[in-house]
């Protein structure tokens, strides 16, 4: 049956108050926040550094560039244009001959409509050289996982070890771009997410190691061929600068504040905050020389809504005039994009997967396994769907 409006509505009357009072706690809460964010930048140094040493948890983050220019940690950019012409313009002026590049994954997961368990996984990737010729790059990658390789000794399921074989696939091509392009700074790396594997602490040790390894060559690899590598994440939940402001300001634990909320307020499109030290606990202890290598921060991209976050390698910071340049990079590509990196975009415009794919792939394999006698069987509702389409 249909959902019935009429009782979703009935609910949500019962239980306004529930929603008001949280909503206003929060409120409060953030105004707190971004009054501390004030009190952070006005901070002197020698202040700042006597605090964090009177501090034993984890402070979240170090700021990596002078603060007291700064209107709470934004750094303004003042970028304005009567029309996208101009805009366009301007993008012109920085990004041509600039070489961006993305990879992005798609996968077919294991089915129970096989009788043995089989997956597909494909990375595309898009190189835009920004050229007046309008020269550019798309292709893609595939790798069918066998049974043997979806068996995880802790009986984990099968989906994760494609999650992780898609991954490694992704940075293993982000690898092998900045190597071909060593010591190239006129060309920037994208990972579409973060350097910070946190989402993986919830796994086992193996799964928690094998994404560590992942991003330590990516890390490695920008560092030792001096490529730039930005780490986007569009919607982010970190609290690495509200982790710092309730350590240094003795503020109240609120999981529900995250630092894109706190630094909207103070940021129109195009402007950053200052760059900070990424200082968070738990996973980055695993990261070995690079558990203290790498930055953040945060770039209005949209009019409305909450500003992106930005991860990169320290070594950006330590080369004089890179971190300028890589972000109007960014700006550029979010102008091409309306809102979003272009060449992110596109990579997973190359790599996504269509129902047709899929139906296509299994068609393929029914058609493979017959030709050499193996013992693959297709549900009826399979080889139903393959046949009608």
């Known amino acids: 049956m249909s959902l019935k409006p009429s009782r979703i509505r009935r609910i949500l009357d019962q239980k306004r108050e529930n929603f008001s009072s949280f909503d206003r706690k929060t409120l409060q809460q953030l105004q707190r926040y971004r009054l501390a964010l004030g009190d952070l930048a006005n901070l002197p140094p020698d202040d700042l550094d006597s605090k964090l040493s009177a501090t034993t948890d984890a402070v979240g983050a170090l700021p990596l560039e002078i603060l007291k220019t700064s209107d709470h940690c934004v750094l303004h950019c003042n970028l304005v244009w009567k029309n996208r012409e101009q805009s366009l313009s301007w993008v012109r002026d920085r990004l041509t001959g600039i070489a961006t590049f993305a990879v992005d994954g798609s996968q077919i997961y294991p089915s129970k409509d096989l009788s043995i368990p089989v997956a597909l996984v494909q990375v ?89 390894h992942c991003l330590l060559e990516l890390l490695r690899t920008s560092e030792t061929y001096r490529v730039p590598l930005i780490a986007y994440i569009a919607t982010s939940s970190a609290d690495d600068l509200t982790t710092l402001l309730k350590n240094l300001f003795h503020l109240p634990d609120c999981n529900h504040i ?132």
């Open 124 to 212: 595309g990737w898009f190189e835009n050289l920004h050229l007046p010729t309008g020269d550019y790059e798309k292709d893609i990658e595939l790798d069918i996982m066998t049974p043997q390789e979806l068996q995880m000794g802790d009986g984990s399921p099968a989906d994760r070890q494609v999650n992780m074989r898609r991954f490694e696939m992704e940075t293993q091509k982000l690898v092998q771009y900045m190597k071909a392009h060593a010591h190239n700074q006129d060309c920037l790396v994208f990972l579409d997410g973060s350097l910070v594997a946190s989402f993986a602490e919830v796994f086992d040790a193996d799964s928690r190691a094998f994404y560590v």
């Open 258 to 389: 995250h630092d894109s909320q706190v630094l909207s307020q103070f940021m129109q499109w195009g402007d950053r905050t200052a760059l900070f030290r990424c200082q968070r606990s738990g996973i980055l202890q695993a990261y070995a020389e690079q558990s203290d290598r790498i930055a953040f921060t945060y770039l209005k991209t949209t009019r409305e809504g909450y500003p992106a976050r930005l991860e990169m390698p320290i070594w950006m910071h330590e080369e004089p005039g890179l971190v300028n340049r890589v972000m109007d990079w960014v700006r550029g590509e979010v102008v091409i994009g309306s809102g979003y990196p272009y060449v992110i975009e596109t990579a997973d415009q190359v790599a996504v997967l269509q129902a047709e794919d899929r139906q296509n792939f299994y068609r393929i394999l029914q058609d493979w396994s017959e030709q050499e006698s193996l013992n693959l069987r297709f549900s009826q509702k399979m080889i139903s769907k393959v046949r009608r389409r």
